[in-house]
């Protein structure tokens, strides 16, 4: 499978841990997005980066939130002491940017539940 | 106001019909444009790229109208499997995409 990859797809946590979630995008692929979603909305944008380079962060992220791409290829995201607020599906996108193409694919996400 | 605004729906639709709905987006300095599709508790699936002059694949028609600032996807003959909801996405300059908060239709027999 050459898709977008994301690990685990589900996660039951409790209050106050720190959960890691790992994304494998396209191999040619050298942009990465991270995204959250609840029911009923649409994406929420969190951070992208382009190849290691973290581009934006979005200010609805708390300090608790932190994305790496340490050598441009796989992808995580930390969440540090985890609130029920979290819970979300947390998906992953990721695109070959050339010029202003920029069709971005995701993985089938992460389902993240906070107890 | 939202970057990106999407009416909710649902927008019922029998079996067969035409349905059209919009997306307007704040940022005048868009460049690229799409429409995902979401299945329930599944991951957004790239529908079409919207390219200026509009475009069409098969039964899906996309618009984008930059003077308004808004675009719109048009399902002709729907099928009870094109229920889902349908997300706008912009991307800014830089690429940023940021997602409306989806149009959900329902092809009812």
């Known amino acids: 499978d050459t898709g977008v990859s994301q690990n685990p797809r589900h996660k039951i946590t409790k209050r106050g841990q720190n959960v890691t979630f790992r994304c494998d995008p396209i191999?040619?692929?050298?942009?990465l997005y991270w995204y959250r979603q609840t029911l009923g909305q649409g994406p929420e944008f969190l951070t992208y980066?382009?190849?290691?380079?973290?581009?934006?962060k979005s200010r609805l992220l708390s300090d608790r939130f932190s994305a790496e791409r340490p050598k441009g290829s796989f992808s995580t995201l930390e969440i540090q002491r985890t609130e029920q607020g979290d819970s979300a599906m947390y998906l992953c996108?990721?695109?070959?940017?050339?010029?202003?193409?920029?069709?971005?694919?995701f993985g089938q996400g992460t389902r993240l539940t906070v107890v | 106001r939202k970057e990106v605004e999407q009416d909710p729906g649902p927008f019922n639709v029998p079996e067969g019909a035409t349905v059209a709905f919009n997306c307007t987006y704040s940022?005048?300095?868009?460049?690229?444009f799409f429409w995902y599709r979401q299945d329930c508790r599944k991951e957004p699936k790239l529908l079409m790229s919207?390219?200026?002059s509009g475009n069409e694949d098969g039964r899906f028609t996309a618009q984008l109208n930059r003077a308004s600032q808004y675009i719109s996807l048009l399902i002709r003959d729907s099928k009870l499997s094109d229920s889902a909801t349908y997300l706008c996405?912009?991307?800014?300059?830089?690429?940023?995409?940021?997602f409306g908060g989806g149009t959900r239709v329902l092809v009812k027999p």
């Open positions: 996108a990721s695109s070959l940017v050339l010029g202003v193409k920029t069709e971005a694919f």
């Open positions: 191999s040619e692929h050298n942009r």
């Open positions: 980066f382009q190849n290691e380079a973290q581009l934006e």
């Open positions: 940022n005048s300095a868009s460049q690229s």
């Open positions: 919207v390219y200026s």
């Open positions: 996405v912009v991307g800014a300059a830089g690429n940023k995409l940021t």
